[in-house]
Structure formats: structure tokens, C-alpha cells
């Protein structure tokens, strides 16, 4: 049977009402390295941008790496940023073969380049794309290279953006030509921190439904830096190419993978060993009880949480529809595992920026799991 295309894609209104947000607690999400990264494949990744440009939903998209991992330990906003994403990518080899040593159900790396090259090669009617940053020049090639080429994406506007602050980059003129372009989705590229905090400042500004910082992906479209060849980025390589491109990196990785070496000894490798020498879960039947009182929200949880939390998905997403503090009861937990532990790290993310969110009732086993995991930060 012949595709049947989609209809064209109107230009999202410039006068219209900023999309609403609304958590997925659905998301099946894994913790690697204190962060929640969702369990997709680049094709599965796709859809969910398109889906959301097409329905207004709004759509924050990060793509943490090996160094945005490193950087979030220390750097609270920043990791709170990738907290309250609405899709969280793995975009480096070195998380997926992490994951997959932990028994983590990560199909594939899915980089931000990847996700680009394969929303350009879509064969629907293509979303506007707004690019914003990048070293002066490459923002205009690349949107000059996009529209040279029939495909899933648009190019509707460009700004180089420049190297100040923050502030400066967000003025009422920045954000109103950016909305009067009709994008559907706005590429930031302005640096990893700097760019999630320009997002996390004017996302309620911004009338495109799909958000994202997207590194180099600018430069790789403009042509200006190449990308590393397939067979590189599978071999978890691409590393090496970057530095033989822009050489000044070196030092980024070289501290980088110092500090993963530490992160491997004090962390996963107890994680990995955990796994392998923990005792099956207790027959405990789980409970989750929700109470309201004036000023919180109670989620109150039993037993033991290594496996499904299907039940806790629906006690969040009953809980995000109010106003309230959040607080967990954990006192009648006896252990938690993964799920578990990356669906928290969400709650926190959603909860902590509104209301807030507190943990109580912890267990030293629950407790040593999430610093295991790297997850601490959220108890």
C-alpha cells in the first residue's frame, strides 16, 4: 500500500498561546550516572518530536553525554535542566555500554546529530526549524544548506545569538523574531550549560512547541566541522575524530575520562556487583497510598520496588494535576531498583521547580541503592 503523506505543516501562530506542559511519569526511563535517560531507539525519538510539533505540546529535548554527566554532579540548575526534560537522549557510547553492563534496557546510543539527520531525511512535510547560536556564519550556512535540500526540515530563521550573557540573549526582540518565524522547533547552540539555561529562561516565551540545545549539530549542518565516520561512532571512537577536528577538546576528554575512571571505581562497578549478588525480591505485595492535606500531597509506598512501578506512574501523574508539595513516604519500603530509582529522579525534576518534593522514611538500603546510582541528590 502506497504512504499516504501527511498534511502540510502550517507554521505554528504567532500569536497564539504557549503550548502547556504536562509530565510523562509513562516514560520508560533508565538512571545512568545520576541522570534519567529515556530507553528509545533515534527512530522512536523522531516520532516523539514530530508528534509533539504537530499537536503544539510542548517538547524539551536534552542529550546528555558522558560530559554532561560529569558537569551535573556538580552543577545543580544544569542538572536540573535535563530533570525536567520531556526526552532525555543518550548521546554517547560510553553511557550505553555502561547501561548495558547494569542490565539496563538502552537500544541504542541516540545522539542529537542522529536525531537531526534523521528528522531531515523524513519523507513527511517538513517542521520549520529555527536555529539559534553557534560561531558567527554557521547558523546561516546551515540554514542555507537545510533549505538546498528537500527533506523533513525547514529552515524559517537563523541568529547567530553572539557570546554574551544570558540576559543578553534574551531579549524581547531575540524572542519575537524567533516567534514570528512560525518555527516549530528552536535549535540552540550555545554551549551545553549556557544553552539549557537559555531554554530554561525563555521556554515560556517561546511559542515553538519543540526545544532543544543541540551542540555541534549546527556546524555539522553548516558543513564547517565534519562528522566522525559511522564506524567511529559505533567503536564509541568519535572522541579521537572531534579532537583531530577541533584539537582543543583534548582537554575536555582527557578530564573527562578521568573522572569517569573514578566514577567507574566508586560507582558502577558497585552497582554491577550489586546487581549480580542481590537476593531475589521479597514476595511482599507492594502498596501505594495518596493523602492530601491542606498544604501536601503523601504518597506513601510498601514493599519492595525492583520491579514494576506502574502503580507509582499513576500516583505522580495523579499528583501533577494539583498544586501541592509532594512527599514521599518510603518508611515502608524494602528495596528499589532501576525503574524505581530513574522515575524519582523525574518526580524531582517536575515537582522540586513547583510545589517542591521531599523524600522521607529512607532506608539504609534504599539509600545505598541511590547512591549507587549516582541518584542521591534526589533524597
Request: overall charge positive.
Amino acid at each position: 500500500m502506497d504512504k499516504v503523506a501527511e498534511a502540510p505543516l502550517a507554521p505554528v501562530s504567532t500569536g497564539g498561546a504557549v503550548p502547556e506542559r504536562r509530565p510523562d511519569f509513562d516514560r520508560a526511563v533508565v538512571p545512568i550516572l545520576g541522570l534519567p535517560f529515556d530507553a528509545i531507539t533515534v527512530d522512536q525519538a523522531v516520532q516523539h518530536i514530530r508528534s509533539a510539533a504537530i499537536a503544539g505540546r510542548r517538547c524539551l529535548v536534552s542529550t546528555p553525554n558522558l560530559n554532561f554527566a560529569i558537569a551535573a554532579r556538580k552543577d545543580q540548575a544544569f542538572r536540573d535542566s535535563i530533570l525536567r526534560s520531556d526526552l532525555s537522549l543518550v548521546d554517547g557510547m560510553p553511557l550505553v555500554w555502561i547501561a548495558r553492563w547494569l542490565g539496563l534496557p538502552v537500544p541504542e546510543r541516540v545522539s542529537g546529530a542522529d536525531v537531526f539527520e534523521a528528522l531531515q531525511a523524513h519523507e513527511d512535510p517538513p517542521l520549520h526549524i529555527y536555529l539559534f547560536g553557534a560561531p558567527p556564519g554557521a547558523a546561516a550556512a546551515a540554514c542555507e544548506r537545510i533549505n538546498a535540500r528537500a527533506g523533513g526540515l525547514r529552515c524559517v530563521g537563523h541568529d547567530a545569538g553572539g557570546f554574551g550573557s544570558i540576559e543578553s540573549l534574551s531579549t524581547d526582540e531575540h524572542i519575537a523574531r524567533i516567534n514570528r518565524s512560525g518555527a516549530h522547533f528552536v535549535v540552540v547552540a550555545l554551549g551545553a550549560a549556557k544553552g539549557q539555561a537559555w531554554i530554561e529562561r525563555n521556554a515560556s516565551r517561546l511559542h515553538a512547541p519543540v526545544l532543544s540545545h543541540l551542540g555541534a549539530v549546527v556546524n555539522f549542518a553548516a558543513g564547517s566541522l565534519a562528522r566522525a565516520p559511522r564506524w567511529m561512532r559505533r567503536a564509541g571512537l568519535e572522541w579521537a575524530w572531534r579532537v583531530k577536528e577541533e584539537p582543543g577538546l583534548w582537554r575536555r576528554y582527557a578530564s573527562d575520562g578521568l573522572k569517569l575512571g573514578s566514577l567507574l571505581v566508586d560507582h558502577v562497578i558497585p552497582d554491577r556487583f550489586a546487581v549480580r549478588i542481590r537476593p531475589k525480591p521479597t514476595t511482599t505485595p507492594t502498596g501505594v497510598a495518596v493523602s492530601t492535606t491542606d498544604d501536601a500531597t503523601t504518597i506513601a509506598l510498601r514493599g519492595s520496588w525492583r520491579g514494576d512501578v506502574t502503580a507509582v506512574r499513576r500516583a505522580l501523574t495523579e499528583c501533577a494535576e494539583g498544586e501541592n508539595r509532594v512527599v514521599f513516604d518510603l518508611r515502608g519500603v524494602s528495596d528499589v531498583g532501576a525503574p524505581f530509582v530513574a522515575l524519582l529522579m523525574l518526580a524531582n525534576g517536575w515537582f522540586r521547580g513547583r510545589a517542591g518534593m521531599t523524600v522521607v522514611g529512607v532506608s539504609q538500603a534504599v539509600l545505598c541503592e541511590f547512591r549507587r546510582k549516582m541518584a542521591d541528590h534526589v533524597l
